[in-house]
């Protein structure tokens, strides 16, 4: 994404992969179909772009705390864990590093990790979709691009673990008030 000088969104740019010559591999369209989900992700939740402002307000990703997201929540290696153990492991990492960060910083923090999980899962059962039918079609698809990486990566089991701390917090937040 690229902001201006009023904050207002100017662009997007999507990495498409080409071949030596520059053109755009049938084999690659999955991918490409993958990241045109993330664009219309943008462009139909503008609640994701407005987290996102809010992240860099914040300084967000210059936090301690932001590397637990990276590790454990956007990872682009595959768990070699039980997703039970996976789940828990990210769960306790990101409660111990959120004990002392304050509540609003919290939930817009939570709220990214929430919208972020979403669209990599939107985008990878695109990918899968566009693959499958590509297949269909008798192309080569390499063995990758028909793998479910949404269920392979646990995106469902993260996303209710993030919404359920986010409604903990929530309700911890009403509590006081």
């Known amino acids: 994404m690229v902001e201006d000088e009023k904050d207002c969104l100017t662009g997007y740019s999507i990495e498409i992969p080409t071949n030596k010559k520059k053109k755009l591999n049938v084999l690659d369209i999955s991918s490409f179909m993958h990241e045109s989900t993330h664009v219309l992700d943008f462009l139909f939740n503008p609640k994701y772009i407005a987290n996102i402002k809010k992240m860099y307000e914040m300084n967000i990703y210059e936090k301690e705390y932001y590397k637990i997201f990276q590790e454990y929540f956007y990872t682009t290696d595959l768990p070699r864990k039980s997703k039970k153990v996976t789940i828990l492991e990210a769960e306790s990492e990101l409660r111990k590093a959120l004990e002392k960060v304050p509540f609003d910083e919290k939930i817009v923090f939570l709220k990214y990790i929430n919208n972020s999980l979403n669209m990599e899962y939107h985008a990878y059962n695109q990918d899968l979709k566009y693959a499958q039918i590509l297949k269909k079609f008798g192309k080569n698809i390499e063995k990758e691009s028909l793998a479910d990486y949404g269920k392979l990566m646990f995106?469902?089991?993260k996303i209710n673990?993030?919404?359920?701390?986010?409604?903990?917090?929530?309700?911890k937040q009403r509590s006081m008030i």
């Open 155 to 157: 995106f469902p089991e």
């Open 161 to 171: 673990m993030i919404k359920q701390i986010i409604r903990e917090e929530l309700l």
